[in-house]
Nanobody, 115 residues
């Protein structure tokens, strides 16, 4: 059974940085997309960043220049580097893996940006 586990969230001051980690356990193959989403209180889940098979990346327009997505060579771990954090970045961050036949979500890691 595949599980995604996020970590690295926490409380950070505005302007600070955090690096989020997502690791997949179990046997997972044919991953074509590894992505991050976030959901702020009272809002819908929104796309943050994606890395597709082959290494191409997509970053939400509003986050370009501050957020970077990367993965390891096993394609079982994806990181999200966040710099210049703002209070509006406060949310639960979820990782998402897609294979040819399945889609997996983690349980989320909380990020709070506050003085």
């Amino acid at each position: 059974q595949v599980q995604l586990v996020e970590s690295g969230g926490g409380l950070v001051q505005p302007g600070g940085s955090l690096r989020l980690f997502c690791a997949a356990s179990g046997t997972i193959t044919d991953v074509w997309s590894m992505a991050w989403y976030r959901q702020a209180p009272g809002k819908q889940r929104e796309f943050v960043a994606q890395m597709i098979n082959g290494g191409g990346t997509n970053i939400a327009d509003s986050l370009k220049g501050r957020f970077t997505i990367s993965r390891d060579g096993t394609k079982k771990r994806v990181d999200l580097q966040m710099v210049g954090l703002k209070p509006e970045d406060t949310a639960v961050y979820y990782c998402n893996f897609q294979t040819r036949s399945n889609e997996y979500w983690g349980q989320g890691t909380q990020v709070i940006v506050s003085p």
